[in-house]
């Protein structure tokens, strides 16, 4: 597994760059198959619980992360606008919280196929902060570390 990670100097974006031990197809599916995201998908510390995925354009899908240590709960909304299998997800994000640094992002995933292995491109913009970008790193590459687990 290789992990890269480069966020935009001025905060506004993150970028993360995978290549997982797995079909672009299997990917693909633990993407957008609920039972499978309940799996893998959320941090370490913040695991999905719940949510619903629907991937077609259009389409509402929302989970909902426990964390492990207090049990509050962190529900996440959106949409899906851009479903090419297996090549490409894009979709909005928003948690369902109120605070200020809470803005809709919009999230751009892409599947490269490499034969029996496949390159994952994630990215995700815009953050109004660099801690926010920064949080968000740290989660997504946590689920990521998860995806990678439950593909062995």
């Not at 290789?2 to 797995?22: C, D, K, V, W, Y």
């Not at 672009?24 to 959320?42: H, M, P, Q, S, V």
């Not at 196929?113 to 970008?133: C, V, W, Y």
């Amino acid at each position: 597994m290789i992990t890269a990670t480069q966020p935009s100097p001025a905060g506004q974006s993150l970028s993360i760059e995978r290549i997982f031990n797995a079909p672009r197809a299997r990917i693909f599916k633990a993407w957008t198959n609920t039972e499978d995201l309940l799996k893998w998908y959320g941090p370490a510390h913040h695991p999905m619980v719940k949510g619903h995925m629907m991937a077609r354009p259009g389409e509402l899908w929302n989970s909902t992360l426990r964390s492990v240590e207090t049990g509050r709960e962190l529900p996440q909304i959106g949409t899906y606008l851009q479903v090419v299998e297996p090549e490409l997800l894009v979709f909005t994000f928003l948690w369902q919280d109120h605070h200020e640094e809470n803005v809709e992002t919009l999230v751009t995933v892409r599947f490269e196929d490499l034969g029996k292995k496949t390159r994952m491109i994630f990215h995700q913009e815009p953050f109004t902060t660099a801690s926010n970008r920064d949080g968000h790193s740290e989660g997504w590459n946590s689920s990521f570390d998860r995806l990678a687990a439950y593909l062995a």
